[in-house]
Each structure stands twice: as structure tokens, then as C-alpha cells.
């Protein structure tokens, strides 16, 4: 299992140290929202470059934006191994050729409600598919058991198909959550509170692991 440890929940006082305590991880997973979207504000490109800039684990910007397609070039600056953005958004496949021009990876994201019908029309584009086991907006949140349907009938439609997106999940997760997680199929398992709460990180990401 993949480890991306989402820094909302970090110490913004102290990020250069949050971010070096967690550098044993695959990815480092990058929260935008932007206050309509979700319910909720964290930051932008320019904290995001300043990242990209002491982090030695390639960025994964999860976009929580009504309009990704005004937000893809300037997150580009960043060189992050994946952009994703949510099918309820809008301008979809326009921003998804947005983001293929910059060759970052595509990631498609889904909330708890919507159906993996609506990823369909695109997986031939996208190297990453982000099923969301909570509610966007907030870290901290309890993790959504039946959101997993979802990643088991992701990883046949993968196969069926031959894709090759990796499968990534996210909100609620700690070391139980992840079992089931791993069962059904999970490739890469975002952490925030979990991880963020324990003293020693690299200890929380092998346990998770
Ligand atoms: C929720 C964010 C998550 C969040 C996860 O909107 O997309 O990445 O930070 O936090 P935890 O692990 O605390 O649920
Ligand atoms: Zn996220």
C-alpha cells in the first residue's frame, strides 16, 4: 500500500518539519479547496510551489474547486505527478486535456455520493482515480465502509479494460480503515489526522503500510 499524507492537518507554523517528518512516504498529498466547492478554505498555488520546492516526495494536488480549468497552469508551476480533479466540477474534459498538456497525470475524483458511472466517459485519460471515503471539505471526519463498493468495481473495470490508474482513496483512514481498504483492492491510501497526531511519523506510515 501507498502512503500520501495529506498535509492539511499539519502544523502550518512548522511546515518545513511536518513535511521533512514525513518524507518516507510515496507522494504528498496536496488539499486545494476554494470556500464553494466545500465548505471550506485551505491555500493555493503559490504555498503549493513553496512545497514542491522542500519536498522530496512528488506532489498529488487534490483540486476541491467549482472551476479546475482556471486553477491547472498555475499548479503546473509545481511539477506535481498528478492533478486531480472531481467529475462535479466543471469543464471536465476541458481541464482534463489542460492537465494532459502540461503531461501531469490526470486524477478523477468522486464524492461519497456520486456513482463511478460518472468516472466512465474518461478512464482511458486518467492515471489516477481518487474515490473519496468522506465528505470533502474537513480532515478529522469517520470513513465512509461503503464507498469501498466503489474501489472493488474500479479495480474491474481496470482489468476488464486494461487501465492502468492507480486507485486511490481517501478521508478516515488509519490502521483499521486500511485493512479493508487493502482488501478491496486500494492502491494508494491518503492520511491526514492519523498520521499528523502520531509523534513519530515514519512509525504511523510503516504501520499504515
Ligand atoms: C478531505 C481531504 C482529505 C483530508 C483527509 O476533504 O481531501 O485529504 O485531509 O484527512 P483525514 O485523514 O483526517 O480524514
Ligand atoms: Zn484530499
Redesign the pocket.
Known amino acids: 500500500m501507498k502512503i500520501a499524507p495529506?498535509?492539511?492537518?499539519a502544523d502550518f507554523a512548522n511546515l518545513s518539519q511536518e513535511i521533512k517528518s514525513v518524507e518516507s512516504a510515496d507522494y504528498l498529498?496536496i488539499?486545494i479547496?476554494d470556500g464553494h466547492f466545500?465548505p471550506?478554505i485551505s491555500f493555493g498555488p503559490a504555498i503549493t510551489y513553496q512545497i514542491s520546492k522542500i519536498s522530496a516526495l512528488p506532489l498529488d494536488v487534490?483540486l476541491?474547486v467549482t472551476n479546475p480549468i482556471k486553477w491547472v497552469d498555475q499548479f503546473a508551476k509545481s511539477k506535481p505527478k498528478f492533478i486531480t480533479i472531481h467529475t462535479e466540477a466543471n469543464r471536465v474534459a476541458e481541464t482534463i486535456k489542460s492537465i494532459e498538456s502540461h503531461h501531469i497525470g490526470v486524477g478523477l475524483s468522486i464524492k461519497p455520493v456520486t456513482p463511478v458511472d460518472d468516472l466512465l466517459p474518461f478512464l482511458d485519460h486518467v492515471k489516477l482515480v481518487l474515490v473519496?471515503?468522506?465528505?470533502?471539505?474537513?480532515?478529522?471526519?469517520s470513513?465512509i465502509y461503503e464507498a469501498l463498493n466503489k474501489v472493488k468495481e474500479l479495480v474491474k473495470i481496470r482489468k476488464a479494460n486494461n487501465y492502468d490508474f492507480e486507485i486511490e482513496v481517501?478521508?478516515?483512514?488509519?490502521t483499521e480503515t486500511i485493512k479493508n481498504c487493502r482488501d478491496a483492492g486500494v492502491d494508494i491510501a491518503?492520511?491526514?489526522?492519523?498520521?499528523?497526531n502520531q509523534k513519530d511519523r515514519e512509525k504511523g506510515i510503516a504501520s499504515l503500510r
Open positions: 495529506s498535509i492539511l492537518t498529498h488539499d479547496m466545500v471550506n487534490h476541491m473519496m471515503t468522506v465528505e470533502p471539505g474537513f480532515g478529522g471526519q470513513f481517501d478521508g478516515g483512514i488509519n491518503v492520511a491526514g489526522s492519523y498520521l499528523f
